[in-house]
């Protein structure tokens, strides 16, 4: 199988070709262009496996770039890695509703860049599971925590946890999509639709409700700072068994 074409936006030298080192060296191809006007070109034509986007760029910024692949039906499934400033954590949030994947801040760990970089490329492998599958059960922590969406159930070791629906919803919907960080925008259009009953300050005592209510494998749910939350452990997925 060929291996994966990483494209890498970057218009600060050092940094690129820092990324590219390392994405090299673990078997993948690279691609540098420091623009957001030639990456835009680049992509179309290339359709690269995933994108290492930075933010700040000279003529078409991250965030711009990002919002006209995710409106282009060709361009929009190319998963992209935000690679940002610390301190532009709005930024960040925008990306990441735009449809961003993940992202570091400068300055990175190379090792984490990668390990992030891997996260996403073995996710869009694995079938997604989408919100609202039925008859299927999540499986956290090693099978410990199931999370059985057709009957709405949660269990610890087998035993029944009583969440309230939000605290269901929000538990699920970061299951669906381990590793992934989501903001509470995210989070409350995912839970409540539209609906303005939850509000950015509402998913933190929900959050903080559900870990209790979790014990020990509350802290599954991290909080990521400035961003929103993400489930840190792998999930599986298996078939409910109703017996
Ligand atoms: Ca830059």
Known sequence: MAEPNILIVEDETDISDLIRFHVEREGFN????????????????????????DLMLPDLDGLELCRRLKWEPGTRSIP?????????EADIVTGIELGADDYVTKPFS???????????????????????????????????????????????????????????????????RPGFVRTRDQIIAAVHGDSAVLSSRTVDVHITSLRRKLGELGRTVETVRGVGYRLAEPTTVGEASHD
Do not use: C, W
Not at 143 to 164: K, N, P
């Open 80 to 88: 992209i890695l935000i690679v940002s400033a610390k301190g532009e």
């Open 30 to 53: 690279a691609k540098v262009v420091h623009s957001g006007k030639i990456a835009l070109d680049v992509i179309q034509r290339e359709r690269p496996t995933l994108i290492v986007l």
């Open 110 to 176: 190379p090792k984490e860049l990668m390990a992030r970089l891997k996260n996403i490329l073995r996710r869009q492998k694995e079938q997604l599971i989408p919100v609202g599958t039925n008859g299927k059960q999540l499986k956290i922590a090693g099978g410990s925590l199931v999370i059985d969406t057709d009957r709405h159930v949660v269990s610890i070791e087998g035993e029944r946890i009583e969440l309230t629906l939000t605290e269901f919803g929000i538990l699920h919907y970061l299951a669906a």
